[in-house]
């Protein structure tokens, strides 16, 4: 059964996908910079810079579709009302992407709590469900922990299922796992994983959006990041450290925007790869 993902970014949801043995018909992401590195990571993977918001209906006719619809919008890292939501400049009408998905077998859409935690996301998915319920597509919403499949974090997600006649998909955790002290969030210049011991400072990244978790050295003009080491993010991701040659920025933001691989996996696991043993076709 046939895959295309839209906002593939690095790579992490391909991996797990790939792991779940599904075949990846084509991944699309606008950052040429995430198209260069998901080539090198997954280069049996076809993947190329396209804006996913020209992607027609017909083209995902049949497919299995994996989504990391910008998160920007409804981060709670972004507090300024001027640029939430709508009025955010990476917004994404999640009612144009029902339109786009509505000949799909089933679509997964992955976002950020804020999503079904704030009163412009719940007016986003609001939207969404009345145009589901026009086209005649089911939808679910799951709000998800990370560490329920062995990814030593904290955080949560959003997960959308959408789909046309498929059984209701309850996701549901491997089983008891001990989060490891370790979370990961968002702001306005990349992101990082912190320690326990600094989660006061990451409280403060949900107050202002103008605290950036950086610096910049006097001396060199580097960019300093707070916290962990892009290493150390990366393993807790579970993805490859991105290229020495990239901007400690792009470095960042490549690993914290990334799915875990065995986040992805668990997801592909219980909602696309049930439709395999089904018989069903795409």
């Given amino acids: 059964m046939r895959v295309v993902e839209m906002c593939c970014g690095y790579g992490g949801a391909t991996a797990g996908m790939l792991a779940a043995g599904l075949t990846i018909e084509k991944s699309y992401d606008i950052w040429p910079v995430a198209v260069e590195q998901h080539r090198a990571w997954h280069p049996e993977v076809p993947c190329e810079a396209r804006d996913v918001a020209t992607i027609t209906p017909e083209e995902l006719r049949g497919r299995l579709v994996w989504a990391s619809l910008p998160c920007q919008p409804w981060s709670r890292a972004n507090v300024r009302t001027e640029k939430r939501g709508k009025k955010h400049p990476h917004y994404y009408s999640l009612a144009h992407f029902a339109r786009q998905v509505q000949y799909a077998r089933c679509?997964?859409?992955?976002?950020?709590?804020?999503?079904?935690?704030?009163?412009?996301?719940?007016?986003?998915?609001?939207?969404?469900?009345?145009?589901?319920?026009?086209?005649?597509?089911?939808?679910?919403?799951?709000?998800?922990?990370?560490?329920?499949?062995?990814?030593?974090?904290?955080?949560?997600?959003?997960?959308?299922v959408l789909g046309r006649g498929i059984p209701l998909t309850?996701?549901?955790?491997?089983?008891?796992?001990?989060?490891?002290?370790?979370?990961?969030?968002?702001?306005?210049?990349?992101?990082?994983?912190?320690?326990?011991?600094?989660?006061?400072?990451?409280?403060?990244?949900?107050?202002?959006?103008?605290?950036?978790?950086?610096?910049?050295?006097?001396?060199?003009?580097?960019?300093?990041?707070?916290?962990?080491?892009?290493?150390?993010?990366?393993?807790?991701?579970?993805?490859?450290?991105?290229?020495?040659?990239?901007?400690?920025?792009?470095?960042?933001?490549?690993?914290?925007?990334?799915?875990?691989?065995?986040?992805?996996?668990?997801?592909?696991?219980?909602?696309?790869?049930?439709?395999?043993?089904?018989?069903?076709?795409?």
């Avoid at 001990?178 to 210049?189: D, G, I, L, P």
Wanted: net charge neutral; with cysteine.
């Fill in 107 to 160: 679509t997964v859409i992955e976002n950020v709590p804020g999503l079904v935690e704030t009163q412009d996301g719940q007016a986003e998915l609001q939207a969404l469900a009345d145009e589901c319920n026009r086209l005649g597509l089911t939808m679910t919403v799951h709000l998800i922990y990370s560490n329920w499949f062995g990814v030593p974090q904290e955080r949560r997600r959003v997960f959308i």
């Fill in 170 to 282: 309850l996701i549901q955790p491997y089983g008891s796992v001990k989060a490891e002290n370790n979370a990961v969030t968002c702001h306005s210049s990349g992101y990082n994983v912190f320690s326990q011991t600094q989660k006061k400072r990451q409280r403060s990244v949900y107050a202002t959006e103008s605290d950036t978790m950086s610096t910049t050295d006097p001396r060199t003009g580097e960019q300093i990041f707070f916290g962990r080491s892009i290493e150390q993010c990366a393993e807790l991701q579970g993805v490859p450290v991105p290229p020495k040659h990239l901007p400690k920025k792009a470095q960042f933001t490549l690993v914290g925007n990334v799915v875990p691989p065995r986040l992805a996996r668990a997801i592909a696991e219980q909602v696309f790869v049930p439709l395999l043993a089904q018989g069903v076709s795409a």
